[in-house]
């Protein structure tokens, strides 16, 4: 269980309540807003849970929808008005079962010596909306909903302690004879990127990038043969100029995410991955550090080694031209 404070009624129309996790702060804030993990933890255990919707940028909009064991079905809805990963998530919050009851809901992330708290702020409109729910349960079900959370926390930190995500992990350090504005440019611009995306015998004839945190990509690697190998993925965090975060699934051409197996590829290969990418200065050059997380170990892990080390000299000839 994680540490908690009891809901603090900060005014007649606050409830703040804190908790603090035994994992880091990136680990909190994947399992908070990672749109495959909602229905682990989201709501009380008589309740199942379906995410209709959920673009976690500023502007985008949400919807989850619980069912209890007699099919009935209670729906949420609300916008992201703030999104600093991984830090900060502001964003409204309505029951349909109760239309024009909005509040605002404010989740902060601090770490502190590896550990995480999380402070809650609930905003109602009125002190009756907040009266009102608290005599619906509303603690109750909070407290349960956060029992689950935890143990969706511990499991993750459990699956991804250090020495195992070093087993399912590849890291390539190079230095680019390029200034880092440059090199940026040519990993987040599309016309840029299908010069170099790929291994050497690979073209990129299509390269999407919507660059934002919850924007997506899709691109097109196509082989000598012809044929093509789609991949897409969402932005979860970006640092102009110095680091890139997102996930990396296997595609079809619409952009809908598929196994490995679709491509005839190992089925060891997770339906998504991540890839961090930091750019540095180096002596008038630029460093980059790839993470790639989730590749299988053995023969998969070092086809993936070639591929990425073949579109990074792709990349330097580009640059250099």
């Not at 985008?60 to 209670?74: L, S």
């Not at 299908?194 to 945190?213: C, E, N, Q, S």
């Not at 190992?266 to 930091?278: D, G």
């Amino acid at each position: 269980m994680p540490a908690r404070s009891k809901p603090v009624r900060k005014s007649e129309r606050e409830l703040v309540t804190t908790h603090t996790f035994d994992a880091p702060r990136e680990l909190v804030w994947k399992a908070w807003t990672d749109p495959k993990l909602i229905p682990k933890w989201w709501g009380p255990r008589r309740y199942s849970t379906t995410v209709d919707k959920m673009d976690v940028r500023p502007g985008g909009t949400w919807r989850f929808v619980q069912r209890d064991a007699e099919g009935n079905e209670y729906g949420f809805h609300g916008e992201y008005r703030e999104v600093v990963p991984p830090k900060r998530l502001v964003g409204s919050f309505e029951y349909e079962g109760m239309p024009g009851h909005v509040l605002v809901e404010t989740a902060t992330f601090e770490e502190i010596r590896g550990k995480t708290k999380l402070t809650q702020s609930s905003l109602f409109q009125n002190s009756e909306d907040l009266e009102g729910m608290l005599a619906s349960g509303m603690e109750e079900g909070a407290a349960e909903t956060m029992e689950r959370f935890t143990e969706l926390v511990t499991e993750i930190q459990k699956r991804g302690t250090p020495s195992k995500a070093a087993d399912r992990e590849l890291v390539i350090v190079r230095v680019l004879d390029a200034p880092r504005a440059l090199v940026w440019k040519a990993w987040t611009e599309p016309e840029r990127l299908k010069r170099w995306w790929g291994p050497r015998t690979f073209t990129a004839p299509v390269a999407k990038i919507d660059l934002r945190v919850g924007g997506a990509f899709l691109y097109c690697m196509r082989q000598s043969d012809g044929k093509d190998i789609w991949g897409t993925g969402v932005y979860r965090e970006i640092a102009p100029l110095k680091r890139i975060v997102y996930t990396d699934s296997f595609a079809d051409e619409k952009g809908n995410v598929v196994p490995a197996t679709y491509y005839g590829m190992s089925r060891e290969f997770p339906l998504e991955m991540q890839v961090t990418v930091t750019f540095e200065d180096h002596d008038g050059k630029t460093k980059i550090t790839l993470h790639h997380v989730g590749i299988p170990a053995g023969p998969d892990r070092d086809g993936a080694n070639q591929g990425w080390n073949e579109s990074l000299d792709k990349l330097a000839a580009t640059l250099a031209a």
